[in-house]
């Protein structure tokens, strides 16, 4: 099995710079312990966690702008974790989960790429019961809905760990999933909006995905 390949790379967001150290490309592979395996993370899957995808770039951009005081953020999924650590500079109370083994690494190599305080990580799956995470103000994510089933276990998910009063926003690709997901948060007691994101210049090509926001003040 051949080294990993890296690429370091730096994207701006208004006057701050984020550093990043990503996989090269989605070929990259080095289960060399099995542990993705283990988790059900085959070859073709398991790089997608370690590269920047324009959603994460959408999510981390909305995250350079939004009120945080006072806030505790989830970042669910967050793979690279790009909203994590733009949060992170702007010195939020950020959390990050992956289900990924590999993503805690990359964060916190990432964290000191970019001299911030640790961002705490949990390595957890929708599915995987109490996480000891507690619960948050505001949860986000980008491009979570890859299977229909997801749907179900994402918002699942989300209803452990949200405050009463909660915020969700998350991003999506326009996989063809997130109107099922959306009917299961309108149960949970959410309102639901969507839109399409502005000013994504910042893109290689257009995006043709949409913000998701869900909103229960319980």
């Not at 998350?170 to 309102?191: E, T």
């Amino acid at each position: 099995m051949a080294s990993l390949r890296f690429c370091y790379q730096t994207l701006e967001f208004g006057d701050a710079d984020i550093h990043l150290r990503t996989l090269r490309d989605n070929q990259q592979y080095a289960d060399t312990d099995g542990a993705a395996l283990a988790l059900g993370i085959s070859s073709a899957t398991w790089p997608l966690f370690g590269i920047v995808w324009p959603s994460g770039n959408v999510l981390a951009h909305l995250m350079c702008e939004r009120p945080i005081g006072g806030l505790r953020i989830l970042e669910v999924g967050c793979g690279i974790a790009l909203a994590s650590l733009v949060l992170n500079q702007r010195h939020a109370d950020i959390t990050a989960t992956d289900y990924h083994p590999e993503a805690g690494n990359f964060l916190r190599e990432n964290v000191l790429l970019n001299h911030g305080t640790p961002i705490p990580f949990k390595r957890t799956g929708w599915a995987d019961g109490n996480s000891g995470l507690g619960v948050f103000d505001l949860i986000i994510g980008s491009d979570l809905l890859y299977e229909a089933e997801h749907a179900e276990l994402l918002s699942t998910f989300i209803e452990q760990h949200a405050a009463p009063h909660c915020h969700v926003i998350i991003v999506d690709p326009g996989r063809g999933n997130h109107a099922r997901f959306s009917k299961k948060m309108q149960v949970l007691g959410y309102s639901h909006t969507q839109e399409k994101p502005q000013h994504t210049e910042y893109l290689e090509k257009a995006f043709k995905g949409v913000v998701l926001t869900y909103q229960r003040l319980n």
